[in-house]
């Protein structure tokens, strides 16, 4: 009685402070009596328990509600989506399934709950079964299923959810469940549909713009994002933390340095980054991929936080702009400060060590990857291993860790078709590339760029043309100048000169390296 009694006497932020909530743990709540006071107790703290997301005070509060449950159904419910939020879904369904009569509120809160703790294909499974049972969903209901469909990757059935969204003219009342849709026509790299359908909104709001620019930065259309950026704020919305960061990625990707300095200053200037180290974390990796390692890493030690994301785009900064030795330096000084690696801290690791060399360093990692299984689940992760293993001269290590892969997508071959030709072995190249033509996956204009490297390697004439034939039947010499390139190095080295000349011609773009390799040619075979 003590504790419900203090509680039910306190202002409602106090009722839902962890300090109220770490004294059930001493006190047991009596509710024999359930007046009207003790209930709204126990509701503040379960609402504040889920807040919270403590497993162990939602069990103990689920103990002390079970004498009111089923028949009290807002307790119940309220209940169900506490342990949902803890993550206790096997617990939320037993709650579940105790409903003598269940409507939509029971079955959003298990839905959610599946939604909240990765399970897409359960959530999926309830909203069929909630049809069946004669349940008609609502805006909430339709707002967690459009999320399982961008997880699920299921497009057929989120379009079928969206045309019921329109057929209730539900867009035009529930802006969350508008930008849930946005989000998910995104993940399938729809943005023009995702544009569309926003554009219907009568009203937007920072999350609908903020969804919009995050699915045109994440599919690299940085330029689009930034178009949306200033829609925004002509229409009078000012940008929140997520926006910011979504528009520090478009600025990444499009290497525009000026206008991320510029949302560097209209954050710092609001007091953001202070607070938010996902924020800052988005603007150290703007600054790393526009080549500004110096601000970059004044960001990183500024931060008040400092987790293996922080670590990972700064690392990567540094390989992605050719400064191995860095990138090896901040890995170690990230394990000195007790940060775990993962699959992506690993991969710009690899990277740098290919860069410079060091095989012992990439053996270590080769090893820490298989120990964490990384192998079997991460294919980057295998592709990389490959690579760092054929830029380091360890041929047969390169060949093991690729035929321990459990899928190889095109990436996989091409990492050992170019590690062969780098090590120069081009005959080598060239069988790898035939049992990937095997394996039926289709090469990519990157393999086609390394066999044309083997065949100048070894003189295969017929080979090269033969590709040649390939490349012109799928139209990828038209504007690819790098393919080209090598196509008119693979000719001049195979000694066939006028067609060489005949593929030089044929550029539509004409570079440096191009006319390098032209000239190249020409001195080898004497030619003025």
Known sequence: MFLVSQCGNMPEQRIRSPQCLHNIEDKFIDLSRSSSQHRNALMHMIKSCGKLKNLNKARLLHSQSKHLMPQDLYITVSVLTMLAKCGAMKEAVEIFEQIPKRTVVPWNSLISGHVQNGQPELAMKCFLQMQDEGVTPDSITLTCI????????????????????????????????????????????????????????????????????????????GEEALRCFYSMQNEGISPDSVSFICILKACGSIGSLEIGEGIDAEVRERGLLEKDVVLSTALLDMYSKCGVLEKAQQVFEQLSERNVV??????????????????????????????????????????????????????????????????????????????????CGAIEKAQEVFEQLPV?????????????????????????????????????????????????????????????????????????????????????????MQKAYEVFEKLLVRNVVSWTALIAACVECGED
């Not at 690791?349 to 990857?369: F, H, R, T, Y």
Request: proline share 1%.
């Open 146 to 221: 459009l999320k399982a469909c961008g997880s699920l990757g299921s497009l057929e059935i989120g379009t079928k959810i969206h045309a019921l969204i329109e057929e209730k003219g539900l867009l035009q009342q529930d802006v969350m469940l508008g930008n849930t849709l946005v989000n998910m026509y995104c993940k399938f790299g729809l943005i023009g549909k995702a544009h569309e359908i926003l554009e219907q909104f009568p009203r937007r709001n920072v999350a609908s713009w903020s969804a919009l620019i995050a699915g045109y930065a994440q599919h690299g259309r």
């Open 310 to 391: 922080c670590w990972n785009a700064l690392i990567a900064g540094y390989a992605q702009n050719e400064l191995g030795y860095e990138a090896l330096k901040c890995f170690k000084q990230m394990q000195n400060e007790g940060i775990d690696p993962d699959a992506v801290t690993f991969i710009c690791i690899l990277k740098a060590c290919g860069m410079v060399g060091s095989l012992e360093i990439g053996d270590n990692i080769g090893v820490k990857v298989r120990e964490k299984g990384f192998l079997q689940k991460d294919i980057m992760l295998g592709n990389a291993l490959v690579d760092m293993y054929f830029k």
């Open 408 to 496: 190889r997508d095109v990436v996989s071959w091409n990492a050992l078709i170019s590690g062969y030709c780098q090590n120069g072995f081009g005959d080598e190249a060239l069988k790898i590339f035939r049992q990937m033509k095997s394996a039926r996956v289709c090469p990519d204009v990157i393999t086609y760029i390394s066999v044309l490297k083997a065949c100048g390697l070894v003189g295969s004439l017929e080979v090269g043309e033969h590709t040649d034939a390939e490349l012109t039947k799928q139209g990828l010499l038209k504007n690819n100048v790098i393919l080209g390139t090598a196509l008119l190095d693979m000719y001049s080295k195979c000694g066939a």
